[in-house]
Protein backbone atom coordinates (compact mmCIF):
# COMPACT_ATOMS: atom_id res chain seq x y z
CA UNK A 1 0.00 0.00 0.00
CA UNK A 2 1.71 3.06 -0.95
CA UNK A 3 1.75 6.58 1.70
CA UNK A 4 -0.42 8.09 -0.01
CA UNK A 5 -3.37 5.69 -0.08
CA UNK A 6 -2.24 4.95 3.49
CA UNK A 7 -2.43 8.70 4.73
CA UNK A 8 -6.50 8.76 2.67
CA UNK A 9 -7.36 6.06 4.27
CA UNK A 10 -6.27 7.23 7.87
CA UNK A 11 -8.26 10.60 6.49
CA UNK A 12 -11.33 9.23 5.75
CA UNK A 13 -11.42 6.60 8.56
CA UNK A 14 -12.85 9.18 11.17
CA UNK A 15 -15.38 10.72 8.64
CA UNK A 16 -16.86 7.15 7.40
CA UNK A 17 -17.42 5.96 11.01
CA UNK A 18 -19.52 8.92 12.30
CA UNK A 19 -21.46 8.62 8.62
CA UNK A 20 -21.56 4.66 9.95
CA UNK A 21 -22.58 5.86 13.76
CA UNK A 22 -25.14 8.72 13.05
CA UNK A 23 -27.13 6.07 10.73
CA UNK A 24 -26.91 3.17 12.96
CA UNK A 25 -25.96 3.97 16.35
CA UNK A 26 -23.96 1.41 17.40
CA UNK A 27 -20.48 2.72 17.80
CA UNK A 28 -18.94 -1.31 18.26
CA UNK A 29 -20.66 -2.52 15.19
CA UNK A 30 -19.77 0.77 13.14
CA UNK A 31 -15.67 0.35 13.99
CA UNK A 32 -15.70 -3.07 12.94
CA UNK A 33 -17.19 -2.25 9.83
CA UNK A 34 -14.90 0.69 9.33
CA UNK A 35 -11.68 -1.39 9.82
CA UNK A 36 -13.26 -4.37 7.29
CA UNK A 37 -14.22 -1.63 4.58
CA UNK A 38 -10.38 -0.10 4.98
CA UNK A 39 -9.01 -3.71 4.40
CA UNK A 40 -11.22 -4.14 1.39
CA UNK A 41 -9.56 -0.32 0.15
CA UNK A 42 -5.77 -1.03 1.02
CA UNK A 43 -6.20 -4.35 -1.12
CA UNK A 44 -7.79 -2.83 -3.93
CA UNK A 45 -6.83 0.59 -4.18
CA UNK A 46 -3.47 0.18 -5.23
CA UNK A 47 -4.21 -2.06 -7.97
CA UNK A 48 -7.68 -0.86 -9.24
CA UNK A 49 -7.19 2.96 -8.33
CA UNK A 50 -8.19 5.23 -5.71
CA UNK A 51 -12.45 5.58 -6.43
CA UNK A 52 -13.87 9.09 -7.78
CA UNK A 53 -15.07 9.66 -4.39
CA UNK A 54 -13.46 7.66 -1.66
CA UNK A 55 -15.21 8.33 1.43
CA UNK A 56 -18.71 6.99 -0.31
CA UNK A 57 -17.08 4.11 -1.37
CA UNK A 58 -15.76 3.36 1.87
CA UNK A 59 -18.78 4.31 3.11
CA UNK A 60 -20.82 1.81 1.03
CA UNK A 61 -19.07 -0.93 1.83
CA UNK A 62 -18.59 -0.27 5.61
CA UNK A 63 -22.28 0.12 5.30
CA UNK A 64 -23.10 -3.18 3.67
CA UNK A 65 -20.84 -4.89 6.38
CA UNK A 66 -22.74 -3.13 9.16
CA UNK A 67 -25.86 -5.17 7.92
CA UNK A 68 -23.94 -7.97 7.73
CA UNK A 69 -23.31 -7.90 11.53
CA UNK A 70 -26.03 -6.36 12.95
CA UNK A 71 -27.98 -9.37 11.08
CA UNK A 72 -26.09 -11.77 13.27
CA UNK A 73 -27.45 -13.21 16.76
CA UNK A 74 -25.48 -11.72 18.92
CA UNK A 75 -26.27 -8.71 17.06
CA UNK A 76 -30.11 -9.15 16.53
CA UNK A 77 -30.34 -9.76 20.66
CA UNK A 78 -28.55 -5.70 20.85
CA UNK A 79 -31.17 -4.78 18.16
CA UNK A 80 -33.91 -5.89 20.77
CA UNK A 81 -32.35 -4.07 23.63
CA UNK A 82 -31.46 -0.68 21.52
CA UNK A 83 -34.60 -0.46 19.35
CA UNK A 84 -34.39 2.62 16.96
CA UNK A 85 -31.74 4.07 14.11
CA UNK A 86 -30.67 0.66 13.45
CA UNK A 87 -33.72 -0.91 12.86
CA UNK A 88 -34.75 1.81 10.52
CA UNK A 89 -31.79 1.12 8.61
CA UNK A 90 -32.28 -2.17 7.90
CA UNK A 91 -35.40 -1.90 6.03
CA UNK A 92 -33.73 -0.30 2.99
CA UNK A 93 -34.20 -3.08 0.89
CA UNK A 94 -31.60 -1.77 -1.64
CA UNK A 95 -28.56 -1.83 1.41
CA UNK A 96 -27.10 1.34 -0.18
CA UNK A 97 -25.70 3.95 1.92
CA UNK A 98 -27.20 7.36 1.01
CA UNK A 99 -24.56 9.81 -0.10
CA UNK A 100 -21.69 10.15 2.41
CA UNK A 101 -21.58 13.82 4.27
CA UNK A 102 -18.86 15.80 3.83
CA UNK A 103 -19.06 16.68 7.86
CA UNK A 104 -15.63 16.37 9.99
CA UNK A 105 -16.93 13.82 12.81
CA UNK A 106 -13.55 14.16 13.90
CA UNK A 107 -13.73 16.17 16.91
CA UNK A 108 -16.94 14.35 18.32
CA UNK A 109 -14.74 11.04 17.81
CA UNK A 110 -12.55 11.71 19.71
CA UNK A 111 -13.90 13.08 22.69
CA UNK A 112 -16.37 10.10 22.17
CA UNK A 113 -12.71 7.74 22.25
CA UNK A 114 -11.79 9.73 25.36
CA UNK A 115 -14.92 9.31 27.75
CA UNK A 116 -14.60 9.54 31.09
CA UNK A 117 -15.63 5.74 31.64
CA UNK A 118 -12.55 3.96 29.70
CA UNK A 119 -8.93 3.93 31.46
CA UNK A 120 -6.48 6.30 29.90
CA UNK A 121 -4.70 3.19 28.22
CA UNK A 122 -8.09 2.18 26.26
CA UNK A 123 -8.65 5.48 25.55
CA UNK A 124 -5.41 5.76 23.45
CA UNK A 125 -5.75 2.35 22.04
CA UNK A 126 -9.93 3.71 21.05
CA UNK A 127 -8.80 6.67 19.61
CA UNK A 128 -5.18 5.27 17.41
CA UNK A 129 -8.44 2.33 16.38
CA UNK A 130 -11.20 4.38 15.56
CA UNK A 131 -9.41 8.24 14.60
CA UNK A 132 -6.32 7.20 13.63
CA UNK A 133 -7.38 4.33 11.51
CA UNK A 134 -4.47 2.02 13.29
CA UNK A 135 -4.78 -2.04 12.78
CA UNK A 136 -4.77 -3.55 16.46
CA UNK A 137 -1.69 -5.16 15.00
CA UNK A 138 -0.18 -1.83 14.72
CA UNK A 139 -1.24 -0.70 18.23
CA UNK A 140 -0.17 -3.75 19.88
CA UNK A 141 3.68 -3.43 18.43
CA UNK A 142 3.23 0.39 19.74
CA UNK A 143 2.14 -0.98 23.44
CA UNK A 144 4.61 -4.38 23.52
CA UNK A 145 1.72 -6.90 23.84
CA UNK A 146 0.11 -9.62 22.00
CA UNK A 147 -2.47 -8.32 19.05
CA UNK A 148 -5.13 -10.43 20.97
CA UNK A 149 -4.51 -8.82 24.06
CA UNK A 150 -4.70 -5.83 22.54
CA UNK A 151 -7.65 -6.52 20.81
CA UNK A 152 -9.55 -8.11 24.03
CA UNK A 153 -8.70 -4.21 25.61
CA UNK A 154 -10.20 -2.47 22.41
CA UNK A 155 -13.42 -4.80 22.51
CA UNK A 156 -13.90 -3.80 26.26
CA UNK A 157 -13.44 -0.29 25.97
CA UNK A 158 -16.45 0.19 22.91
CA UNK A 159 -18.48 -2.50 25.64
CA UNK A 160 -17.78 0.32 28.36
CA UNK A 161 -19.03 2.74 26.07
CA UNK A 162 -22.37 1.33 25.39
CA UNK A 163 -22.77 0.48 28.88
CA UNK A 164 -22.28 4.35 29.33
CA UNK A 165 -24.48 5.19 27.17
CA UNK A 166 -22.57 6.80 24.85
CA UNK A 167 -24.02 8.83 22.02
CA UNK A 168 -22.58 9.90 18.75
CA UNK A 169 -23.63 13.85 19.33
CA UNK A 170 -22.13 16.64 18.84
CA UNK A 171 -20.45 18.24 21.95
CA UNK A 172 -21.71 20.87 23.83
CA UNK A 173 -19.65 23.97 25.20
CA UNK A 174 -19.81 22.44 28.76
CA UNK A 175 -19.14 18.87 27.29
CA UNK A 176 -16.56 20.05 25.51
CA UNK A 177 -14.55 21.97 28.13
CA UNK A 178 -14.85 18.49 30.39
CA UNK A 179 -13.31 16.60 27.37
CA UNK A 180 -10.86 18.19 25.43
CA UNK A 181 -8.29 17.93 28.41
CA UNK A 182 -8.64 14.09 27.74
CA UNK A 183 -8.20 14.55 24.24
CA UNK A 184 -5.19 16.11 24.57
CA UNK A 185 -3.67 14.15 27.11
CA UNK A 186 -4.37 11.31 25.03
CA UNK A 187 -2.58 12.55 21.56
CA UNK A 188 0.18 13.86 24.19
CA UNK A 189 0.77 9.85 25.45
CA UNK A 190 0.54 9.13 21.89
CA UNK A 191 2.96 11.28 20.51
CA UNK A 192 5.24 10.51 23.49
CA UNK A 193 5.46 6.44 22.94
CA UNK A 194 6.49 7.54 19.72
CA UNK A 195 9.41 9.73 20.39
CA UNK A 196 10.80 7.43 23.02
CA UNK A 197 9.31 3.87 22.63
CA UNK A 198 8.72 1.71 25.81
CA UNK A 199 10.10 -1.36 24.39
CA UNK A 200 11.78 -2.99 21.37
CA UNK A 201 15.07 -2.41 19.21
CA UNK A 202 14.00 1.01 17.86
CA UNK A 203 14.54 4.51 20.26
CA UNK A 204 11.42 5.66 18.00
CA UNK A 205 8.17 4.91 16.03
CA UNK A 206 7.73 7.61 13.54
CA UNK A 207 4.00 5.91 13.11
CA UNK A 208 2.44 6.60 16.45
CA UNK A 209 4.61 10.40 16.30
CA UNK A 210 3.28 11.33 12.95
CA UNK A 211 -0.36 10.01 14.03
CA UNK A 212 -0.18 12.33 16.71
CA UNK A 213 0.92 15.38 15.14
CA UNK A 214 -1.44 14.61 12.68
CA UNK A 215 -4.36 14.07 14.93
CA UNK A 216 -3.21 17.23 16.40
CA UNK A 217 -3.53 19.16 13.42
CA UNK A 218 -7.07 18.03 13.08
CA UNK A 219 -7.61 18.95 16.54
CA UNK A 220 -6.61 22.35 16.25
CA UNK A 221 -8.42 22.66 12.96
CA UNK A 222 -11.66 22.04 14.84
CA UNK A 223 -10.88 24.75 17.20
CA UNK A 224 -8.17 27.26 16.59
CA UNK A 225 -8.97 29.38 18.86
CA UNK A 226 -7.47 26.95 21.97
CA UNK A 227 -4.53 28.46 23.10
CA UNK A 228 -3.70 24.80 24.44
CA UNK A 229 -4.36 23.00 21.69
CA UNK A 230 -2.06 25.08 19.61
CA UNK A 231 0.43 24.64 22.02
CA UNK A 232 0.24 20.79 22.28
CA UNK A 233 0.97 20.63 18.16
CA UNK A 234 3.98 23.57 18.51
CA UNK A 235 5.29 20.93 21.39
CA UNK A 236 4.99 17.98 18.92
CA UNK A 237 6.65 19.86 15.94
CA UNK A 238 9.72 21.94 18.20
CA UNK A 239 9.87 18.09 19.74
CA UNK A 240 9.73 15.86 16.72
CA UNK A 241 12.18 18.50 14.74
CA UNK A 242 15.22 16.53 16.72
CA UNK A 243 14.36 13.48 16.21
CA UNK A 244 16.82 12.48 13.00
CA UNK A 245 19.88 13.73 15.37
CA UNK A 246 18.84 11.74 18.42
CA UNK A 247 20.43 8.20 17.05
CA UNK A 248 23.82 8.23 14.82
CA UNK A 249 22.78 5.16 13.73
CA UNK A 250 21.82 2.29 16.39
CA UNK A 251 22.87 4.51 19.16
CA UNK A 252 21.41 7.22 21.39
CA UNK A 253 22.74 10.99 21.52
CA UNK A 254 21.88 13.17 24.48
CA UNK A 255 20.49 16.58 22.90
CA UNK A 256 23.82 18.20 24.23
CA UNK A 257 25.84 16.30 21.44
CA UNK A 258 23.39 16.24 18.56
CA UNK A 259 24.35 18.05 15.66
CA UNK A 260 21.96 20.87 15.27
CA UNK A 261 22.26 21.03 11.66
CA UNK A 262 20.20 17.78 11.63
CA UNK A 263 17.15 19.20 13.31
CA UNK A 264 14.30 20.04 10.69
CA UNK A 265 13.92 23.99 10.11
CA UNK A 266 10.20 23.72 8.48
CA UNK A 267 9.26 22.07 11.93
CA UNK A 268 11.25 24.66 14.27
CA UNK A 269 9.94 27.50 12.18
CA UNK A 270 5.93 26.20 12.49
CA UNK A 271 5.97 25.37 15.99
CA UNK A 272 7.61 28.59 17.44
CA UNK A 273 5.21 30.67 15.60
CA UNK A 274 2.10 28.39 17.06
CA UNK A 275 3.37 29.33 20.06
CA UNK A 276 4.38 32.83 19.70
CA UNK A 277 0.66 33.68 18.05
CA UNK A 278 -0.78 32.14 21.71
CA UNK A 279 1.84 33.00 24.11
CA UNK A 280 0.66 37.17 24.06
CA UNK A 281 -2.51 35.88 24.92
CA UNK A 282 -1.16 35.26 28.50
CA UNK A 283 -3.38 32.23 28.93
CA UNK A 284 -0.86 29.80 30.28
CA UNK A 285 -1.05 26.13 30.36
CA UNK A 286 0.97 23.34 30.90
CA UNK A 287 1.43 22.73 26.84
CA UNK A 288 2.21 26.06 25.85
CA UNK A 289 4.77 25.84 28.74
CA UNK A 290 5.93 22.79 27.71
CA UNK A 291 5.97 24.19 24.00
CA UNK A 292 7.91 27.17 24.75
CA UNK A 293 10.85 25.03 26.98
CA UNK A 294 11.37 23.28 23.40
CA UNK A 295 10.92 26.53 21.85
CA UNK A 296 14.06 27.91 23.98
CA UNK A 297 15.88 24.97 22.90
CA UNK A 298 15.16 25.06 19.60
CA UNK A 299 16.23 28.79 18.80
CA UNK A 300 19.92 27.73 20.49
CA UNK A 301 22.70 27.36 17.80
CA UNK A 302 24.39 25.26 20.53
CA UNK A 303 24.54 23.62 23.49
CA UNK A 304 26.33 26.16 25.49
CA UNK A 305 24.38 29.12 24.02
CA UNK A 306 21.27 27.39 25.90
CA UNK A 307 19.13 30.14 27.86
CA UNK A 308 18.72 27.34 30.84
CA UNK A 309 17.66 29.85 33.33
CA UNK A 310 15.14 30.95 31.23
CA UNK A 311 13.76 27.15 30.89
CA UNK A 312 14.64 26.48 34.64
CA UNK A 313 12.46 29.16 35.53
CA UNK A 314 9.62 27.60 32.87
CA UNK A 315 9.98 24.47 34.10
CA UNK A 316 9.36 25.98 37.63
CA UNK A 317 6.44 27.63 36.02
CA UNK A 318 4.66 24.40 34.86
CA UNK A 319 5.77 22.40 38.03
CA UNK A 320 3.26 24.69 39.75
CA UNK A 321 0.07 24.16 37.34
CA UNK A 322 0.92 20.46 37.25
CA UNK A 323 3.22 18.83 40.36
CA UNK A 324 4.01 15.76 38.50
CA UNK A 325 7.13 13.51 39.08
CA UNK A 326 8.07 13.60 35.62
CA UNK A 327 7.90 17.93 35.37
CA UNK A 328 9.55 18.24 39.01
CA UNK A 329 12.25 15.57 37.58
CA UNK A 330 12.82 17.68 34.52
CA UNK A 331 13.45 20.91 36.76
CA UNK A 332 16.30 19.11 38.43
CA UNK A 333 17.71 18.92 34.56
CA UNK A 334 17.45 22.76 34.38
CA UNK A 335 18.26 23.68 37.50
CA UNK A 336 21.81 21.37 36.66
CA UNK A 337 22.31 23.10 33.86
CA UNK A 338 21.93 26.81 34.54
CA UNK A 339 23.26 26.82 38.53
CA UNK A 340 25.81 23.92 38.41
CA UNK A 341 25.80 19.82 38.96
CA UNK A 342 25.54 20.09 42.61
CA UNK A 343 22.87 22.12 43.07
CA UNK A 344 20.97 19.83 40.73
CA UNK A 345 22.16 16.80 43.07
CA UNK A 346 20.59 18.92 46.15
CA UNK A 347 17.42 19.87 44.67
CA UNK A 348 17.29 16.23 43.41
CA UNK A 349 17.67 14.86 46.99
CA UNK A 350 15.05 17.03 48.36
CA UNK A 351 12.54 16.37 45.83
CA UNK A 352 13.06 12.66 46.49
CA UNK A 353 12.69 13.44 50.72
CA UNK A 354 9.32 15.19 49.57
CA UNK A 355 7.91 13.36 46.37
CA UNK A 356 9.65 10.19 46.14
CA UNK A 357 10.89 10.68 42.42
CA UNK A 358 12.96 7.48 42.91
CA UNK A 359 10.37 5.15 43.09
CA UNK A 360 7.63 6.70 41.07
CA UNK A 361 7.18 4.64 38.25
CA UNK A 362 6.94 7.18 35.89
CA UNK A 363 10.56 8.61 37.15
CA UNK A 364 12.17 5.78 38.43
CA UNK A 365 14.41 5.21 35.43
CA UNK A 366 14.74 8.44 34.64
CA UNK A 367 15.84 9.75 38.25
CA UNK A 368 18.72 7.38 38.34
CA UNK A 369 20.10 7.94 35.07
CA UNK A 370 19.98 11.85 35.42
CA UNK A 371 21.62 11.07 38.87
CA UNK A 372 24.42 9.13 37.33
CA UNK A 373 24.99 12.13 35.39
CA UNK A 374 25.11 14.49 38.07
CA UNK A 375 27.42 12.07 39.91
CA UNK A 376 29.85 12.00 37.08
CA UNK A 377 29.69 16.19 36.55
CA UNK A 378 30.66 16.31 40.45
CA UNK A 379 33.65 14.08 40.05
CA UNK A 380 31.92 10.30 41.73
CA UNK A 381 32.90 7.73 38.41
CA UNK A 382 32.18 5.27 40.72
CA UNK A 383 28.23 6.08 42.14
CA UNK A 384 27.65 7.53 38.51
CA UNK A 385 28.73 3.72 36.51
CA UNK A 386 26.12 1.86 39.55
CA UNK A 387 23.72 4.93 38.98
CA UNK A 388 24.14 4.11 35.14
CA UNK A 389 23.54 0.72 35.47
CA UNK A 390 20.33 0.45 37.54
CA UNK A 391 18.69 3.03 34.80
CA UNK A 392 19.68 0.81 32.05
CA UNK A 393 18.31 -2.29 33.89
CA UNK A 394 15.34 -0.56 34.53
CA UNK A 395 14.35 0.02 30.69
CA UNK A 396 13.23 -2.14 28.01
CA UNK A 397 14.34 0.11 24.81
CA UNK A 398 17.45 -1.55 24.06
CA UNK A 399 18.99 1.68 22.32
CA UNK A 400 18.21 3.00 25.55
CA UNK A 401 19.51 0.68 27.48
CA UNK A 402 22.97 0.45 25.59
CA UNK A 403 23.90 4.28 25.63
CA UNK A 404 23.36 3.56 29.65
CA UNK A 405 25.70 0.35 29.63
CA UNK A 406 28.15 2.08 27.79
CA UNK A 407 28.08 5.11 29.75
CA UNK A 408 29.06 3.03 32.60
CA UNK A 409 31.57 0.80 30.99
CA UNK A 410 33.23 4.09 30.41
CA UNK A 411 33.75 5.53 33.70
CA UNK A 412 35.40 1.73 35.12
Known amino acids: MTQDVE ?38 WPTDGVPENPRSWLVRIGYRRMVDLLRTDQARRRRERHAGMSELAMRDPTRQA ?27 ALTLRAVGGLTTTEIAHAYGTTENTMGARISRAKQQLARAGARFTPPTDADRASRMGAVMQVLYLIFNEGYT ?11 LT ?39 GHELVPLEEQDRTRWDPELIREGTELIDSVWRRREVGPYQLQAAIAAVHAAAASPDRTDWPQIAALYLGLERLTPTAPVRLS ?23 RHHLDEEPLTRQRERAIRAHLLEMTGDP ?4 ARYREAAALTQNQVERRYLQRRAHRLD
Open 98 to 124: GPARETDDSLTLLLLCCHPALSPTSQV
Open 210 to 248: REAIRLARMLRDSVPDDPEVTGLLALMLLTESRRTARTD
Open 7 to 44: HLLRTEAPQVLGALVRRFGHFDIAEDAVQEALLVASRT
Open 331 to 353: RVVAVAHAYGPARGLALLDDLNR
Open 382 to 385: AGAA
Open 197 to 207: ASTGDELTRVD
